[in-house]
């Protein structure tokens, strides 16, 4: 199972990580990975002036609404082919 940790802590909410947490669920049912990839809601990942914190495979990233489809398809997916 992929592990997709979102920071939903104060920096990242301002910076909508409730919105990123909505796409990535939305591209879990489009994708068909929804038995491969689980979101689990992190308070600090330690990189709030890149909000939003994802953790994905033990790296962080800084994601947004504008590139969360890029940014799942290019390094969740791949996560998920690896399984």
Avoid: Q, W
């Avoid at 992190?42 to 969360?68: K, M, P, Q, R």
């Amino acid at each position: 199972m992929t592990e997709l940790k979102v920071c939903v802590g104060s920096a990242c909410h301002l910076k909508g990580s409730y919105e990123v947490i909505d796409a990535f669920k939305c591209l879990i049912r489009n994708r068909n990975v929804s038995n491969k990839v689980e979101i689990k809601a992190a308070f600090c990942l330690g990189h709030c002036t890149e909000a939003v914190s994802v953790s994905l495979d033990g790296i962080i990233y800084s994601v947004t609404t504008d590139n969360a489809v890029e940014f799942f398809d290019k390094y969740v997916m791949n996560s998920v082919r690896r399984l």
